[in-house]
């Protein structure tokens, strides 16, 4: 298997500007802030989506247990089969995400995050110190950065990590652009942000 170069997320002055409307958003679409507690909900995920001229990044933060069905290292085979499966899947962010076809989008990067467990899913990054994940809830954060050849004509995005990863039932997801800033809820039913 070939690894992927891993390319850094956009950091321009645009893109931190329309981030940080996309995390108000947030905030604003839960009263009284956001709990410590409240990002870890089983079958619920979060979707950031911002378009910066030609840069469509997209950020997806869920519970490890959506993805794997469980929040630790694999402990037999079968659960390694699982978590190499997922790691494809995940990887493959233009099959999680489908920009409208006819704004030309393309992926150019994909970064993979599961915090403590990062080495023992991946084998990247540092080992853990023993007993660090074993009363931990876990996370993925991904990242994904699209290039897309006409983003004026970009007006939705597909989301079908419902398909990949059955889970995920819910997705609260923030879009921030230069025209307009949106949330919307995700479902099965409903894959698809538009705007």
């Not at 950091?11 to 409307?21: I, N, P, V």
């Not at 409240?38 to 979060?46: E, I, K, L, R, S």
Request: contains cysteine; charged residues 20%.
């Amino acid at each position: 298997m070939t690894r992927k170069r891993q390319v850094p997320m956009p950091t321009g002055r645009r893109y931190r500007a329309a981030a940080g409307f996309a995390a108000s958003l947030c905030l604003l679409a839960h009263p009284g802030g956001v709990d410590a507690a409240d990002p870890h909900v089983h079958g619920q995920a979060t979707l950031e989506v911002v378009l910066d001229g030609p840069v469509l990044s997209i950020r997806f933060a869920s519970p490890l247990d959506n993805i794997l069905g469980f929040e630790r290292l694999p402990r037999n085979e079968q659960e390694r089969g699982k978590v190499q499966a997922a790691l494809q899947r995940l990887r493959n962010g233009g099959a999680l995400f489908v920009p409208a076809a006819q704004a030309g989008c393309r992926l150019e990067a994909a970064q993979l995050d599961f915090g403590a467990l990062q080495h023992g899913l991946t084998g990247e990054g540092k080992p853990p110190a023993a007993g660090a994940h074993q009363h931990q809830h876990a996370d993925l954060d991904a990242g994904y950065r699209f290039r897309c050849e006409r983003p004026q004509a970009l007006d939705s995005l597909e989301v079908r990590l419902f398909r990949a990863f059955p889970g995920v039932t819910r997705i609260g997801a923030q879009l921030a652009s230069e025209r307009r800033q949106s949330g919307a809820t995700l479902t099965p039913a409903n894959p698809r942000l538009s705007w």
